[in-house]
């Protein structure tokens, strides 16, 4: 079993008040597997991703269960090794692709700068291999593309770019937080293939969160429906979504507009 | 971006151009005549009006002003009324002094306000950042002559580590002259670097909470090498176009702090050309101080663009 996530809990503390946003999360993933976690908002599907990935700031958490990786229980290690971790052996690409980008830096120095953490290679090879891992990510003229910023860059491309940096090290798992949500219809479904294809390819497992259970639906074999910080049901794609026992998942089932009449019977691809 | 440059360049010579007409205008108001200064109050209506036929006082003002601005623009400035020797050859030595004042003025706006601000930044709603931040309110809300004073008579007159009033340009050891100034830029920087302070760390903490420090941290990054690498670059670009339009500000408040210590620089030069009603010093010192102004927000302006990629070929 690559991850094991067994009774998480997280608390958020500021001064006397406490919330609880996660409350006993379990879920087990193995390599190459593509897991979906939907819920609306609130639900603590992103508070799940980023304790997963050490984002969140540990005098502000409270944080209890564990979360075992390849064997090691992430909560247990310090800062400075779960640094090790990250963007290494786990990655994360985020909502925003406007904003999560620096500004200032160039594309080709964000995508390979896990390599300047991680590794002692070159900068010839890096840049060789942040090349390749812009390819991966789809980004048809990464050559070009290594001098320009951000700003210069469309969503879609900049969410590419997002990939391309998180992939740089072929983690073993890449957290996907609502990727596409910002995006337009056909770069999202441009997006979703890329994902698949990296997942076919380099056989990384990814965590999908997203509210979209269309998109989960898609990309995933598995998935976790979550409400109130509580994992409501999981199971399978198919068994959670043709046969759902829960009647809050019934209920987000129901709640997706029917797609013939929004489109006017025209099937988007 | 040549275009830009262009335009700005233009707008420039325009600004510096309207500068030297409210000067003269200024001056055609305001009372008080040189040649009262010059001859004294005893002088008869002929040698009045003799001095100012030679001093082309008697020419309508939109001929004297041509008359300035043509020869100003050949690289004469003119001769000064009270001291009978070439504007230039007059302010030179001044000058010197100033500049001198106002670029250590400038360092140590610089070595101060940097370190405290990341300092106070970091540690955010710890001991040290409230001490920083009570300290910046005082400091900002008093004037820099005041400061001025104070130092006087603290490092002057109580510790005695500099001798108030010893200051002359004619001692060419600059170590010396250094030493000296140190203090009136001390007063000249300290309010200036309060403001720096305030300002790096409202930036550094909201570039701290932006999307792509989330992204940083999540490759690896310690929180040093996000302040080094992430934050920095990113926080420093208002503050850098700030501390470029400080210069204009710092020019201005050497001339008023070299009163307090006594310093010969243009200040003191500009106060008693007004008082003697010498115009062409007045007129040079004023576009001097003119000119620095508006270079300095210029050369703000191009740093910005230098800096945010985001603004590059606009």
């Known amino acids: 079993m690559m991850l094991e996530m067994e009774h998480l809990s997280v608390r958020f503390c500021q001064g ?148 391309a940096a998180a992939l740089v090290l072929r983690p073993r798992l890449l957290l996907a937080d609502e990727p596409t949500t910002a995006l337009d219809v056909t770069i999202q479904a441009q997006i979703l293939d890329t994902l698949r294809d990296i997942n076919r390819k380099e056989g990384t497992a990814i965590l999908f969160i997203s509210h979209d259970l269309g998109v989960v639906k898609s990309l995933c074999q598995r998935v976790v429906v979550m409400r109130r910080g509580v994992i409501v049901e999981s199971g399978s794609v198919e068994q959670v979504f043709y046969h759902p026992q829960q009647g809050y998942t019934k209920a987000l089932i129901a709640a997706r507009p029917a797609r013939k009449k929004l489109m006017g019977g025209v099937e988007h691809g | 971006m040549v275009k830009t440059l262009a335009k700005r360049m233009g707008l420039l010579l325009l600004t510096l151009l309207l500068v030297t007409v409210l000067a003269f205008l200024a001056f055609s108001i305001i009372p008080g005549d040189p040649t009262s200064s010059i001859l004294g109050v005893d002088a008869t209506p002929e040698q009045v009006a003799v001095l100012r036929e030679q001093l082309g006082l008697d020419l309508p003002i939109w001929q004297r002003y041509w008359n300035w601005l043509s020869q100003a623009f050949a690289g004469d400035l003119g001769t000064s009324y009270n001291f009978r020797m070439p504007v230039g050859q007059l302010m030179a030595p001044k000058m010197s002094a100033t500049l001198l004042l106002a670029a250590l003025s400038f360092v140590l706006i610089v070595v101060i306000s940097i370190p405290l601000g990341i300092l106070s930044a970091r540690h955010a709603g710890g001991w040290l950042d409230r001490v920083v931040t009570v300290a910046d309110q005082v400091t900002m809300s008093i004037p820099n002559f005041v400061v001025g004073i104070a130092l006087t008579y603290l490092f002057g007159l109580v510790l005695r580590w ?25 007063a000249v920087a300290l309010p200036r670097s309060a403001m720096t302070v305030k300002m790096l760390r409202g930036s550094i903490l909201s570039e701290m ?21 992430h934050v920095l670059r990113n926080a420093m670009i208002p503050v850098v176009t700030f501390l470029a339009m400080a210069i204009a500000d710092i020019v201005a408040g050497s001339i008023v702090v070299e009163q307090v210590f006594a310093v010969p620089g243009l200040g003191q030069l500009l106060i008693s050309s007004i008082g003697n009603r010498d115009y062409p010093v007045v007129q040079a010192i004023v576009v001097l101080v003119a000119a620095v102004v508006v270079v300095c927000n210029f050369a703000a302006d191009l740093l910005y663009r230098v800096m945010d990629p985001r603004l590059k070929g606009r």
């Open chain 2, 162 to 186: 500099f001798e108030p009033g010893s200051y002359t340009s004619a001692t060419r050891d600059l170590a010396e002259q250094l030493r000296y100034l140190i203090f009136p830029a001390l």
């Open chain 1, 16 to 163: 006397q008040q406490a919330v609880t946003a996660v409350h006993d999360f379990n879920l087990k993933m193995d390599e190459g597997e593509v897991v979906g976690i939907v819920g609306e908002s609130g639900s603590g599907k992103s508070v799940t991703a980023h304790t997963l990935m050490g984002l969140l700031r540990r005098s502000q958490v409270e944080v209890s269960g564990s979360i075992r990786f390849q064997g090691v229980d992430l909560l247990t290690l310090s800062r400075q090794a779960l640094r090790e971790y990250q963007g290494k052996e786990l990655s994360i690409i985020f909502q925003e692709p406007m904003t999560s980008l620096n500004p200032t830096m160039t594309i080709g120095a964000q995508v390979e700068e896990s390599l300047r953490i991680h590794t002692r290679l070159g900068r010839e090879e890096r840049r060789r291999r942040a090349l390749e891992a812009m390819a991966l990510a789809g980004l048809s003229n990464p050559q070009a593309l290594y001098r320009c910023y951000p700003h210069q860059l469309s969503g879609g491309m900049r969410q590419r770019v997002m990939i």
């Open chain 2, 209 to 229: 909470g932006q999307d792509y420090i989330r992204t940083a941290y999540s490759k690896g990054n310690s929180q040093s090498s996000v302040l080094w690498r």
